[in-house]
């Protein structure tokens, strides 16, 4: 019996890159997809604790949940699917998802889920999508998750995968760029008289780094990028070994 592979997104159950993404790691193995009933782009790695969820048959194999990505994953890691999948991989979203973004975005979280549950995964997202066919970004997803299958994935990582619409000049191995702040939220009135803000009004500037994601995707170059879910900065830890001692010291003297 072929391995059971986990497909997910947080653009919605109906979204033409999941379909797209399904049925390019369809050689792979039994596809099952498990995805939100509607959008939930940007809702970062948020779990659904308060109320029911909901599981709704949409096809053979195919699933649609009134939840979260994560949700989702959880889900069908832990109960839905026949068997653990040996990948999940979450995608095509509909936009990139580079850099520091990554921190907000649904299909990554995805990919996290699945990696904090002990399963390989990956995000996969397209930028431009408005400009380009899904044909590169499901070349890559292939290529990738065979390669990852094939090699596994070190503990606690997953891949963030980013297509640029377009011809491809070829696929690179990147860290994460980050994001220069300069724009300020914007401050308007409603016709109430009211003040409203609006943040992320324009375009994200980018600090140079030519090994960036930012930098392979400008250039027509997929991005695959390993990130780490051991979110501890080793080092700061051990440089900032005496403050444990230090605070101890000035907490007693508070509480005395
Ligand atoms: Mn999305």
Redesign the pocket.
């Known amino acids: 019996m072929p391995a059971v592979i986990l497909v997910t ?3 919605g159950v109906h979204a033409p890159g999941l379909a797209a993404l399904a049925s390019a790691l369809d050689e792979l193995g039994d596809v099952y997809v498990v995805a939100p009933d509607r ?1 939930q ?2 809702v970062g790695h948020a779990l659904t604790l308060h109320r029911p969820l909901r599981v709704t048959t949409v096809g053979e194999r195919r699933f649609s949940v009134n939840g979260t990505p994560s949700d989702c994953v959880n889900l069908a890691v832990l109960g839905l699917l026949p068997e653990r999948p040996v990948l999940v991989a979450a995608g095509i ?3 990139s998802n580079l850099g520091d973004d990554v921190t907000y ?3 990554v979280s995805a990919a996290m889920e699945g990696t904090l549950l002990g399963v390989p995964s990956m995000a996969v997202s397209q930028s431009d999508p408005e400009t380009g066919t899904l044909d590169g970004a499901q070349a890559v997803a292939k290529l990738v998750a065979s390669r990852v299958l094939v090699e596994g994935l070190p503990g606690k990582t997953l891949l963030n995968i980013n297509v640029p619409a377009g011809p491809l000049a070829g696929i690179r191995m990147t860290r994460l760029g980050h994001r220069v702040y300069q724009e300020k939220v914007v401050r308007e009135t409603d016709p109430r008289g009211l003040p409203y803000y609006w943040i992320g009004a324009g375009p994200p500037v980018w600090s140079e780094d030519e090994a960036s994601d930012i930098a392979a995707v400008h250039r027509g170059m997929a991005s695959v990028t390993p990130l780490h879910l051991d979110l501890t900065h080793h080092g700061a830890l051990q440089r900032m070994g005496e403050w444990d001692g230090a605070l101890s010291a000035l907490l007693k003297k508070r509480l005395r």
């Open positions: 997104n947080d653009d959008e782009s940007a979203n509909h936009g975005s649904g299909t």
